[in-house]
């Protein structure tokens, strides 16, 4: 067991992504504008539907109290970001893309992080020395959806060959598997990295109290996650999976497309190549 399954903790990992959610984002200033009505329909619709599923399984006090302290913990465990980004954000994803003609996006989860080393166009995603996993080859292009090459920027971060993010779980270095690569006006980039391990969201906090109460799993498949954008250009966010996952078909955090679906070629040193590139909507004015 390695120092990082020693010490990798809900506790850990969940305050971490809430302290980078402070620090990273000013989340009310985007909905200042909105009318009272607007909060007023929400609140109430899904306070509506808390009363209703009370109502029609005749929810108990002890269950209302149980749920009542489990809250109380999500907050402790610093699992909000968990929580949201796992059994939520995948429709706020589908809602914000229901227009989009580019490439399809998915759900950014909380183990983002700005400002990662930028690396040109062909380089290497920042790893240690003798990084574990099968080395990847990824060659792809940004373009505009009519296919007019854009120069821009891909943003990559993935987790480890034992399913760990570094600046998440202690012991891995800073910026490992996370790095920034700007093209040139072809659009083309080149990129060496690992294949990442599928994980488990942390079992060991709130949410996984209520993954082992309910009898579900906490798998995620292997993913690369990425943030592409280009000038003028509609910022994508995806994930991006590896054929023969067996969780692609019960990802927890339901965040899988067809289209995301990568199609790696193995080449007779072990490693594998993968062609993949992104097609980006324009601005909308
Ligand atoms: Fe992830």
């Known amino acids: ?19 980078r959610f402070h620090h990273d984002k000013s989340p009310y200033d985007a909905v200042r504008d909105t009318p009272k009505e607007r909060v007023d329909l929400l609140a109430r619709e899904v306070l509506s539907a808390i009363h209703d599923t009370i109502r029609r399984h005749q929810v108990t006090y002890d269950e209302y109290n149980a749920l009542k302290a489990w809250l109380i913990q999500v907050g402790e465990d610093g699992e909000w970001p968990l929580f949201l980004d796992v059994w939520v954000e995948h429709v706020v994803e589908d809602v914000a893309t229901a227009d989009r003609q580019g490439s399809k996006g998915s759900i950014e989860g909380p183990y983002y992080v700005p400002n990662a080393p930028e ?21 792809g292009s940004i373009t ?28 891995i270095p800073e910026w490992n598997l996370r790095g920034s690569f700007t093209t040139g006006p072809d659009g083309k980039f080149r990129i060496r990295t690992i294949q990442p391990a599928p994980y488990q969201i942390p079992t060991d906090g709130a949410c996984g109290k209520l993954i082992a109460a309910a009898g579900w799993h906490a798998w995620r498949p292997a993913h690369l996650h990425v943030k592409v954008s280009a000038p003028g250009h509609q910022e994508l966010i995806a994930q991006l999976y590896f054929p023969g996952d ?3 078909d019960d990802d927890i955090a339901n965040a899988v497309k067809p289209e995301l679906i990568l199609a790696p070629v193995g080449q007779d040193d072990g490693s594998a190549r993968i062609d993949y590139g992104f097609a980006l909507d324009r601005q909308e004015d």
């Open 144 to 171: 505009s959806v009519d296919g007019t090459p854009l120069a821009g920027t891909v943003e990559l971060w993935h987790a480890d060959a034992d399913g760990y993010y570094s600046q998440f779980a202690p012991g």
């Open 1 to 19: 067991m390695s120092t990082t399954d020693e010490t990798a903790t809900a506790a850990a990992s969940g305050a971490a992504a809430t302290e």
């Open 246 to 248: 067996p969780h692609n």
């Open 119 to 139: 690396r040109g166009a062909d380089a290497d995603l920042p790893m240690r020395d003798g990084e574990a996993g099968t080395p990847l080859l990824w060659e």
